[in-house]
């Protein structure tokens, strides 16, 4: 079965840390992988893809994602972390014309 | 540039009244539209999903129904709420092509009573 997990439901981080969230995917064939952030009583919002090239993908608000194809992972990154990237983030493959979405993970920043 | 809508915003209704949630996009022709259903401000959920006018799949049975009746709408509906309908209503849409993004709208909270 095709699937995402987020095996962390959530993640502390002092600001200016850096921080990591974790994504594994399982996929047959090339994997289309996307991460999104969601803040409280909004709409997900697009950072960053993977498609083919370079695994290391940069995205929107100095994040990144690196594409690790022998151990089935798109982790989440960024050097240093802001109080307002405090926000739920969801990892995605594509299947056909949806989108899976693993189960969120709670990022929190503290001063 | 593309745009996504949704309304309303928020809405309280008590059980078994009907529903009906619309989200249009603007800027696009023939995309890929999705209902997901958010609970407890967490997992996404895709109710349901369709590549053309009057086209709706179905991911999961339950009390509501989809329709488009144009390019660009896609409706979210119920004949009689239930309780456990309550939750967050996302429309996202993308174009019809391999690696395409999916966006979000800003999203409905749906209260039911």
Redesign the interface.
Known sequence: AQSVAQPEDQVNVAEGNPLTVKCTYSVSGNP?L?W?VQY???????LL?Y?TGDNLVKGSYGFEAEFNKSQTSFHLKKPSALVSDSA?Y?C?V?VQ???I????TRLQVFP | SQTIHQWPATLVQPVGSPLSLECTVEGTSNP?L?WYRQAA????Q?LF?S?GIGQISSEVPQNLSASRPQDRQFILSSKKLLLSDSG?Y?C?W?R?T??E???????T?LLVL
Do not use: C, S
């Not at chain 1, 409280?40 to 697009?46: D, E, I, K, V």
């Not at chain 2, 993004?101 to 999203?107: A, C, E, K, N, S």
């Open positions: 289309y996307f999104y409280p009583n909004r709409g997900l919002q697009f893809k498609i739920l969801f995605a594509r014309v949806k989108l979405f693993g189960t969120g | 890929n999705y401000g967490r997992g996404l895709l999903y590549v967050f996302l996202a993308t019809d391999t690696g993004t999916q966006y979000f709208g800003p999203g909270r």
